[in-house]
């Protein structure tokens, strides 16, 4: 079997078994808030459900396409993401949750623009980077025009209240810094500006920092804003080895906040323990594994530096979500890719795999051709 292949199956099989866990994971999490809410129990499950099926659809197409495409799109796809960003602004067209501006609704759905945001600069920065070349060394044409795109898009999601997605999409465009050769001089600056504002937006904004602060502390403040870790760490302490039984958690009876979203992981802890916890930490490292294969053996700079883009993306942002679950970093409101319910994040990951396939699938007919 050939490496290409290799690296395809150890992907679609790992992208599986997180979508079927966050279905399966989803409808337990919800099933009581869901009927309190909507008196329908299953009414979280039959939208993931049908999300993970557009999902898959869109990973056939993606995984078809020429990953080429990406290229010649990824202005205009750009300039569309940055308009539904600022769309999702505005109070007519957007739709606010908890104080956030992240949504747009259309008819009985809601759409999250900073999904699209994601893979539309992604692949703009691999655009760019891959063109640059060998002028990475010189600092103007390595911040020009990445660093303005970079700075629109992480401002716009920073109005509307998302810091945890900021921290993704930075991130990620600094791992494909580093991956496409910039100077190590330039990353070290850049990471430190990076830090001094991440810093500034904790400190500056009264409840970033309360937030902050309690998570060096959450006892300290446990019925305001430790409460949600708390509950998070009750939930996984209770599962211990082989959890408490599938459907049978007692935190997710309203007393973990967005026990179906970011914190799903806290639920799936305590219903299948400790062993239920590997497996999704075993199929995300054979996720990143596959996307590093690929990325490593792409036929050219732009779907090297795509496929890394990606890889950082979805391995980022599973360490943020998990960090904050288990207490190891800040709760920044962040989704478990796969897992956590949302119909923009499923489809538009699952979309991100399909254009991981498709590197690997040129990349392996490439070395045929060679041969």
């Known amino acids: 079997m050939s490496a290409a292949r290799t690296s395809v199956i150890l992907l679609l099989i790992s992208s599986a078994v997180l979508t079927a866990i966050g279905v399966v994971e989803v409808f337990s999490a919800s099933s009581v808030y869901a009927f309190t809410t909507y008196d329908n129990s299953f009414w979280f499950l039959e939208r993931q459900a049908i999300y993970a099926a557009i999902g898959v659809g869109v990973l056939l197409v993606t995984a078809r396409m020429r990953y080429s495409a990406w290229r010649r799109l990824s202005g205009p796809l750009l300039v569309v993401s940055v308009t539904l960003l600022l769309l999702a602004l505005h109070p007519a067209a957007g739709s606010s949750v908890y104080g956030a501006s992240r949504w747009i609704g259309v008819g009985p759905i809601t759409v999250q623009p900073s ?96 937030r902050f602060l309690s998570f060096f502390d959450p006892w300290k403040d446990p019925l305001s804003n430790g409460y949600q870790l708390i509950q998070g760490l009750i939930a996984l302490g209770s599962g211990g080895w082989f959890g408490v039984g599938l459907g049978a958690s007692r935190q997710k009876w309203a007393y973990l ?115």
């Open 115 to 210: 999904e699209f945001a994601k893979l539309a600069l992604i692949a703009f920065s691999a655009s760019v980077l891959a063109r640059k070349g060998g002028k990475l060394d010189d600092w103007l044409h390595l911040a020009l025009p990445l660093g303005p795109a970079v700075l629109l898009v992480a401002g716009i999601v920073m109005l509307q209240r998302d810091l945890g997605t900021t921290i993704v999409i930075v991130g990620s465009v600094l791992m494909m810094l580093f991956v496409a050769g910039a100077r190590l001089r330039h990353l070290l600056v850049t990471g430190i500006f990076t830090l001094g504002g991440l810093a500034y937006l904790i400190v500056g904004t009264a409840y970033r920092r309360a």
């Open 257 to 371: 906040p967005n026990a179906h979203t970011d914190f799903i992981f806290a639920v799936l802890g305590e219903e299948l323990g400790l062993i239920g916890e590997f497996v999704v930490l075993i199929a995300f490292g054979v996720m990143i594994y596959a996307g590093i294969r690929i990325a490593v053996r792409a036929p050219d700079t732009f779907g090297r530096l795509f496929a890394a883009g990606i890889t950082s993306w979805i391995g980022l942002q599973a360490i943020v979500n998990l960090g904050a679950v288990t207490g190891l970093l800040p709760i920044t409101g962040v989704p478990l890719p796969f897992v956590s319910f949302g119909g923009t994040a499923l489809v538009v990951t699952l979309g991100a795999v399909g254009v991981l396939a498709s590197i690997a699938r040129a990349g392996a007919a490439t070395r045929r051709a060679r041969t």
